[in-house]
């Protein structure tokens, strides 16, 4: 399984009566990495996504560029600014769907990376730019395979 891990792209500030969506430079730059990130041929079966405006905004442009069908466009809770790495990873490792996206938030996607590469999540050392994403491969441990961020594309 390769599963990506994508954080939301650029936000609006939010007001008392709406929620922080994608400002239109978000919207953008993540159009862009996911036009880039198909290129790669990521084969991916399931997007999971944070129930945070910003993030379902940000995987709904995931869901169009990749054509992914709406069974398999996921909300996923423990993906929230609140999330909780040590229950949200036992749910990755029980999915046998293929390839999995999950888009979210900081610290949350440094947290599960730590967790992946060094097997605690106390060890955060990967970059999570607004729109940006990142590849682990899992064999018999998680491997990084690449990422990548708005500011490589032009």
Not at 30 to 59: C, D, G, H, M
């Amino acid at each position: 399984m390769i599963l990506y891990l994508a954080r939301h792209g650029q936000a609006a500030k939010p007001s008392a009566d709406q929620p922080s969506g994608l400002t239109d430079l978000g919207r953008a730059q993540t159009r862009l990495v996911a036009e880039a990130f198909v290129q790669s041929n990521p084969n991916v079966a399931q997007i999971w996504y944070s129930p945070k405006t910003r993030a379902f905004q940000t995987a709904q442009i995931y869901q169009e560029v990749l054509g992914i069908s709406a069974e398999n466009f996921i909300e996923t809770e423990n993906l929230s600014l609140d999330g909780d790495v040590d229950s949200l990873y036992p749910t990755i490792l029980e999915n046998q769907k293929g390839n999995l996206l999950l888009v979210s938030h900081q610290p949350l996607l440094e947290e599960l990376s730590s967790l992946l590469v060094t097997g605690s999540d106390h060890f955060p050392h990967i970059a999570f730019p607004t729109s940006g994403i990142v590849a682990f491969e899992r064999l018999s441990d998680w491997k990084y395979l690449r990422s990548l961020d708005p500011s490589q594309l032009k």
